[in-house]
């Protein structure tokens, strides 16, 4: 058992799995029962006398639909993750050889320029008789 996982996480996704199936199938039900009778009214049989399962369906549906989506979200998310990771690799691997030698030519070039900095120090014309007279107090 993972240690995000509580004791009873096994029982608790499989009652949303079919907790979650079973409420979104009775409010579908439930809806296309208001639903023809609503769109029956319209061919002459009278007013809609069961358009009330609507206001029943819709919220078991939804009901439904959102333990539906909390019992398979470790699934949905593991599916996903399958068919990104090896996408993602391959997308990484290209982009590190194709950006290899543009990689080269910009540590070169600041290795150059750290080695010209470092020599041009070196080399301010303020050595006297081969000891440098850099001091705070004097300027060059």
């Not at 050595?127 to 705070?136: A, E, L, R, W």
């Amino acid at each position: 058992m993972n240690q995000l996982q509580t004791p009873r996480h096994t029982a608790t996704r499989t009652f949303l799995r079919v907790a979650g199936l079973l409420l979104g199938s009775t409010g579908l039900v439930f809806l296309i029962i208001g639903l023809s009778s609503f769109f029956a009214a319209f061919g002459g049989s009278g007013s809609p006398r069961l358009f009330w399962c609507c206001w029943v369906g819709i919220p078991l549906l939804f009901v439904g639909g959102v333990m539906c989506l909390f019992g398979f979200m470790g699934a949905v998310a593991r599916y996903t993750a399958a068919e990104q990771v090896p996408v993602a690799a391959a997308a990484i691997s290209d982009l590190a050889s194709g950006t290899q030698d543009a990689v080269k030519t910009v540590s070169r070039a600041v290795a150059e320029g750290v080695l010209e900095a470092h020599s041009d120090k070196k080399s301010c014309g303020c050595s006297k008789n081969g000891v440098n007279q850099d001091t705070p107090d004097r300027q060059h």
